[in-house]
Structures are given as C-alpha cells and as structure tokens.
C-alpha cells in the first residue's frame, strides 16, 4: 500500500516569481492566502513573491515568509484536489508549513512566527557576522572535527548545522571560523557550497534569539497534530502540541537531522514524496537518502499538475 508523505522546503527554495504562474492560474489565493500575508505582516509581501527579484529575496526576512507562504498555497491546491498526506516533515523553515499541514498550527499564526524567527536570527548575523557552507564529500565525524579544531584556534563559533544526507553535512557560525573548515575541507577532496541564509541558523550562536522566541512560542496555540509529524531537530515523531512547541525553541540552536527525518519516515512505509512548495532541493537529498524513492515536485504548475494526477490515480 502506497503511503505519501508532504514534505516542506526550507531557505535556499525560494525564486524570484515563484507565486506569478500560480496565482494567474489560481486567482482565489490572491485573497485567501497572499493578501491576508500582506495585511498580517505589513509589507507587499505578495508582490515580492510575484514580481520580486532575485536580489529582493537574499534578505532571509523576506525570503523566509515568501517559502512559507507559497507552500501554504501550493497545499490549498492538493487539498482542493481532495489530497492528503499520510505524514508530513518540513526542512527547518518548512517545519512550519508541516504543523500547519499537521493540523498543529494556524497558518497565520506560522507566518507570524516565521517572520519574527528570521528577523531574530538577521539580527544576530549582522552582529556577529556569520557564514553557512554545505560540504559534500566529508564524513560528518571528520566535519566535526574540524569545526572543533577551528574553534580552538580560532575562539570563533563554527558547528555542523545540518546533516541533508549522508554525503552532505552543513556547517553555519562566524564567518572567519566557516571559511577555515571550507579550506580546510577542500584541502580534504570535499566540494563546498556557500549558503545564502543571512544568519547562523542552527548554531549556538543563537542562544540568546532562542530565549527571546521562545516567549511568543509560549503564547501561540499550538494543537495535537491530527497527521503524523516528523520533526527535523530529532528525527523523530511529534505527537502533542507540547513537543511540536519543544520541537521549534530547539530548532534555532540545534542542527537538522534531515536524513533521520526521512529514515522514519521510510520505517513508517512511507514510500512516496512530495516537495510542496518552491524548488526541488528536498526531492534531490531524498533521492540520495533513498535511492529509488518516487518523488514528486510542485515548483511549476506543470510538476504540480503532474503531482496531482499521479496523487489522484493511487487514491481512487
């Protein structure tokens, strides 16, 4: 029996337009889901989405709440197609468009606290001056070390902030510190890729953004989710709205465990995927975790329709 699982992407998905083609097609999300963004937030926030350039969205306060809410329009359409999911993960930032997904949390409230999350997180790179990097080709042990070494003789943060798969392991803190362990980890026949995230997301760099977040964590209603949720920070199942609330004040200092994300979902049956949202990251570093997994993306209209009929034909 097929079993389906919704992923949501991160930062690093979104592109320059990525709502334009799906609101022409879909204009009823302009006012359920786009212009309630704007309202809420208070910029044009769905005119970035639609006519926003490349350059707009390297500010990780505008890029963040963009993914989130074009995967929040990209699930109205499956649902409307009468799609569910049988369990959901999102990648860091997409973690909250799956509690969403989940049940677990109202998508307002979720852009509320995707913003204020990236606002945070800016802040704290621009006082510190951060750097992310994925490193592929290097063990994580070996990466760690690394992040060790350099810390030692550098007194600057620098820690392994994602594993994505097992070949690719990201690294976020201070500048200086990252751009050593790249050095070094080339010197080592790894092949890096610099990160455009605009902080040191997952580090301990954030310590003090976790304590101020974790107050409006505290007054958000969070609710049980009625779908089956994989967190990225463990790995493991969320079942109460306590863990989902848990799950979040960890994720700001804690790296992502991607690729135990999708080992349990796999271990649950899982054997299908769809990446909801911009992009098509996440079905790439499924593929490598689990060769020959069917995955599905929904960056175009194109690759969403043709989601929806491979979705619709398995649940007749």
């Known amino acids: 029996m097929t079993r389906t699982a919704f992923l949501f992407p991160g ?13 022409a097609q879909r204009p009823d999300l302009a006012d359920t889901y786009y212009r309630t963004a704007d309202d809420l937030l208070g910029f044009p926030l769905s ?4 006519d926003g350039s490349p ?4 500010d990780p306060t505008v890029a963040q709440p963009a993914a989130f809410l074009t995967s929040m329009a990209v699930l109205e359409v499956l649902r409307g197609r009468g799609l569910e999911p049988d369990a959901v993960a999102g990648h ?3 973690e909250y468009a799956a509690l969403v997904a989940a049940g677990a949390l109202e998508w307002t409230e979720a852009l509320w606290l995707v913003r204020l999350r990236s ?3 800016a802040t704290v790179g621009d006082r510190v001056g951060s750097a992310t990097a994925a490193v592929i080709g290097l063990s994580r042990p070996d990466l760690t070390r690394l992040c060790a070494e350099t810390r030692a003789a550098t007194g600057q943060v620098v820690e392994v902030a994602g594993d994505n798969e097992p070949r690719q392991t990201v690294v976020s803190g201070q500048a200086e510190a990252v751009a050593r362990v790249a050095e070094e980890a080339r010197a080592a026949g790894a092949r890096v890729e610099w990160l455009r995230t605009g902080g040191p997301f997952h580090s301990s760099l954030l310590g003090e ?4 977040f974790t107050e409006t964590l505290i007054a958000t209603e969070f609710r049980d989710p009625a779908v089956p949720l994989v967190s990225g920070v463990t790995g493991g199942w969320v079942t109460t709205a306590a863990e989902a609330v848990v799950t979040l ?4 200092t804690s790296p992502v465990r991607w690729t135990g994300a999708v080992e349990t979902l796999a271990a649950s049956g899982t054997d299908r995927f769809v990446e909801v949202g911009p992009g098509r990251v996440l079905g790439g570093l499924v593929r490598r975790i689990l060769p ?4 599905h993306s929904t960056h175009t209209p194109e690759r969403l329709a043709r989601a929806v009929d491979d979705l619709s034909a398995t649940t007749v």
């Open 11 to 23: 930062q690093g998905s979104e592109c320059a337009g990525m709502g334009k083609e799906l609101i």
């Open 92 to 94: 860091s930032l997409g």
């Open 292 to 295: 020959g997994a069917r995955v």
């Open 55 to 58: 350059r707009d969205l390297e």
């Open 209 to 212: 953004a976790e304590a101020e």
């Open 119 to 121: 606002e945070l997180v």
């Open 249 to 252: 004040r960890g994720q700001l």
């Open 47 to 50: 005119r970035l989405c639609v």
